[in-house]
């Protein structure tokens, strides 16, 4: 069984949306952070990588912000920038019951 | 309708695809059931044919059942979706129904389930896809208004409409009371009927809602009317709104804007009230800020972009999207974060008026 084990496909996992907050530098790289090991560091170098985009463009654009949130029905993002870089907390929500009668 | 109903479910695992294309064979309504092994799959077939409902897995590899339904329901709104797991977490449901699926499922497991889910695939299968409201395709608010009065019910029916949120309340067949945004009453009522469209929710009864509204359901549904077919007659001949009446200028005059500059989702362009002296510089970036917020909540499976709020030295700035149209407001730096979001709320309730 142990063996068969070996070549069985590793079985898909959903992607949990994480509470918890991460620092990123003016280079883009991940410092520190306390969102769950299981969620994927691609996906928070991606987040990193759009809200420092969109801090110094927003700069460019002669709207210079120090703080960002985005909101989905499902999660928060909050970005403060730090001198190039940027400190994000993301806070999954709760939506309210389905809209829709079924 | 003469034409059978077509399904697709998708599923990475050829076992559970053959089993429910077995189980779905039962429907009464004898649908064609397609089948795709993969989230990209589903989303390539839905481009090469029109479905009428799609069945989605919700673990999957590579794209989740989250990501699907995230995109579909940007792409395909009037696609019914059903999302399909042996998942039991709430976080899952709750994130499967702010994506828009129209039912949520734990993959049954007992034949009485399985009778069960059948009967609501029937159900979503028989509705009317054209406009109206979500929840009661076939109806407009105006007809399930008049069902609750003339059937004598007592409810409270709550409405939504993008980010604006009404309440109507009806007790044995009457309205007495509405809400919506900052409005009470028959004022609440009439701005309510002025939405086109929007999700319904059926509450239980407030026996001891106060009573606001004296008219009759009759008289209030009338006086509706008329005020749709007058702001109609205000309207040029191409649909447009008269010059005269500027509703972005109107916008502006809002406390605490700076500016406010918007655009027509998809095209080019934009309109621009209040002096933005690099307006052109501004809106590259309101569209790039939303197209990649936009694109990174699909990746998270979190739901379509609600908004994007700024704080700045200077001035502070939102971005939301209002129907069709896509905002970038500029607050005054002394606004706090609630004072933004409260205002903005204000802005996009007056733009839908």
């Known amino acids: 069984m142990g063996l068969l084990n070996l070549f069985a496909k590793p079985a898909p996992t959903l992607l949990r949306l994480p509470s918890g907050s991460f620092t990123v530098d003016r280079d883009g790289r991940v410092l520190t952070g306390t969102l769950p090991s299981g969620f994927p560091a691609g996906l928070i170098k991606d987040i990193a990588r759009q809200v420092r985009a969109t801090f110094s463009e927003a700069a460019a654009a002669q709207l210079p912000l120090a703080e960002l949130i985005i909101n989905y029905p499902s999660l928060k993002i909050a970005a403060r920038e730090l001198r190039g870089g940027a400190i994000v907390f993301l806070s999954p929500k709760a939506p309210s019951s389905p809209m829709r009668q079924s | ?353």
């Not at chain 2, 004598?152 to 009404?166: A, P």
Request: charged share 25%; aromatic share 8%; proline share 5%.
């Open chain 2, 1 to 353: 309708m003469d034409k059978r109903p077509k399904i697709l479910l998708a599923d990475d695992d050829p076992d559970v695809l053959d089993m429910y294309r077995e189980i779905l064979a039962q429907l009464p309504s004898h649908p064609e059931i397609h089948t795709a092994s993969s989230g990209s799959r589903a989303i390539a077939m839905l481009e090469a044919e029109p479905f009428q409902l799609l069945i989605c897995d919700l673990k999957m590899p590579k794209m989740d059942g989250l990501q699907v339904l995230a995109i579909v329901r940007r792409k395909y709104p009037q696609l019914r979706t059903v999302a399909l797991t042996a998942e039991v977490d709430e976080q899952f449901r709750s994130r499967a129904y702010a994506l828009g699926a129209d039912l949520f499922w734990y993959k049954p497991a007992t034949e009485q389930e399985t009778k069960m889910f059948l009967e609501c695939l029937e159900s979503l299968l028989g509705r009317e896809t054209e406009g109206g409201f979500r929840g009661m395709q076939s109806k407009s608010l105006v007809d399930i208004i008049q069902l609750e009065c003339i059937s004598q019910s007592s409810s409270v029916l709550r409405i939504t409409n993008g980010s604006l949120t009404g309440k109507i309340w009806i007790q044995n067949g009457e309205v007495v009371d509405a809400e919506a945004t900052d409005l009470r009453g028959e004022a609440a009522f009439q701005r309510i009927l002025s939405w086109k469209a929007g999700n319904f929710e059926m509450l239980p009864a407030e026996p001891s809602r106060p009573r606001t509204v004296f008219k009759s359901y009759n008289a209030l549904l009338l006086e509706s009317a008329q005020a749709f077919d007058e702001s109609r007659g205000s309207m040029t001949a191409e649909g447009a709104p008269q010059p005269a009446s500027s509703p972005l200028a109107v916008l502006s005059r809002l406390q605490g804007v700076e500016f406010v500059l918007s655009m027509k989702s998809g095209q080019g362009g934009y309109q621009v009230a209040r002096g933005l002296e690099n307006p052109e510089r501004v809106a590259t970036w309101a569209r790039q800020n939303l197209e990649r917020f936009r694109a990174l909540g699909d990746r998270l499976g979190a739901g379509p972009l609600e908004k994007i709020e700024g704080f700045g030295p200077q001035r502070h700035v939102a971005l939301a999207c209002q129907n069709d149209t896509e905002f970038c407001v500029g607050w005054q730096h002394s606004l706090t974060p609630e004072q933004v979001g409260e205002s903005m709320r204000k802005l996009l309730a007056l733009w839908a008026s």
